[in-house]
């Protein structure tokens, strides 16, 4: 090998080091140091894994930091439906939702763990091990518990990103101290052997097996791409945007090229008000191009409400 080739490989195996020891986020880190035994009690009383109870904590509320959660104390974005109690109103899925408010944080997830187990069309997942995560993530985006198509993709980063697997088997000596310090070990390994580490907070998440990370206030494509060791350039044509684009905040970005159709298990999508081909491409990860291909479309055509697009 080359003296080029071997320094061009070395830079590949860091960039790809770099990805994997990312900084966690202490956000993140806090809420689960709180919740955490929550959960767990709630695996216990409801056969619901802890992991997911805490994935879904943390997806919903913003690791606890959000302005509507700190309002209603409602941590896992639970709408008011047959709701005797107080309530909220907050923008969703569409304006102006109501949404159940909790007099503190353990009646909010004592009664996630109430809806899930009374309402029919989530009885299934109560056949699955209380220990397969997978399995209830992807139950839970099935069930209709939230409208996002990359639902299940992100409970099972955010569990596996933080081990929060390990509470599923947890013993009474086991605790979140013994998992961060590994961790941590985990991470110093990395860092000693000269990866190049990320500085920022963004969590990689997948969908439809392509890497992505959500946009925050501030950021840009030019920032994400700095802090995780990719070319603007690339991010921008994984993206199909120009440079020109406004990043707004909330917004799906792929570190990796989109794939040629979706999912298994998502093969049509219905356009609602106010999506685009794009944002449909970007909430399947599949290339912009390859949606108009596998539905004989012209690429100016628009989306319709209405039409029932397929995706493989």
């Known amino acids: 090998m080359s003296k080029k080739n071997f320094i061009f490989t070395i830079i590949l195996l860091f960039l790809s080091l770099s990805i994997i020891a990312q900084n966690k986020s202490q956000a993140y880190i806090n809420y689960i140091d709180n919740y955490a035994q929550l959960a767990v009690v709630q695996q216990k009383e409801y056969g619901i894994p802890a ?38 109103y907050h923008d969703d899925d569409a304006q102006g939702e109501c949404f159940r408010k909790y007099n503190n944080v353990i009646d909010s997830y004592r009664d996630h763990s109430l809806f899930l187990k009374n309402k029919s069309r989530y009885s299934f997942l109560f056949e699955y091990s209380p220990t397969d995560y997978e399995k209830w993530a992807h139950g839970l985006k099935k069930a209709g518990y939230a409208t996002d198509p990359s639902y299940a993709y992100k409970l099972i980063s955010i569990i596996e990103n933080y081990e929060l697997h390990k509470f599923d088997l947890q013993k009474e000596s086991k605790n979140w101290a013994n998992v961060q310090t590994n961790k941590q070990k985990e991470s110093n390994h990395y860092r000693a052997i000269g990866s190049i580490s990320a500085e920022g907070s963004h969590i990689i998440y997948k969908n439809n097996r392509v890497r992505f990370v959500v946009s925050e206030q501030g950021d840009t494509y030019g920032s994400i791409a700095d802090e995780l060791g990719i070319r603007e350039k690339k991010i921008l044509e994984y993206n199909e ?32 008000y106010r999506e685009t081909m794009y944002t449909i491409s970007q909430n399947y990860a599949i290339r912009l191009q390859k949606l108009y291909d596998i539905n004989g479309m012209n690429y100016t055509e628009v989306a319709r409400v209405g039409r029932v697009l397929k995706l493989r």
């Open 241 to 272: 945007v120009d440079k020109q684009s406004v990043l707004l905040p909330g917004t799906q970005i792929y570190i990796q090229r989109k794939k040629t159709k979706s999912a298994k298990g998502y093969d049509t999508h219905v356009i609602k």
């Open 51 to 88: 992991s997911i109870t805490l994935a879904q904590g943390l997806l919903e509320s913003g690791a606890g930091q959000s302005v509507f959660v700190r309002n209603s104390n409602n941590h896992f974005g639970i709408k008011c439906h047959d709701w005797p109690g107080e309530k909220v």
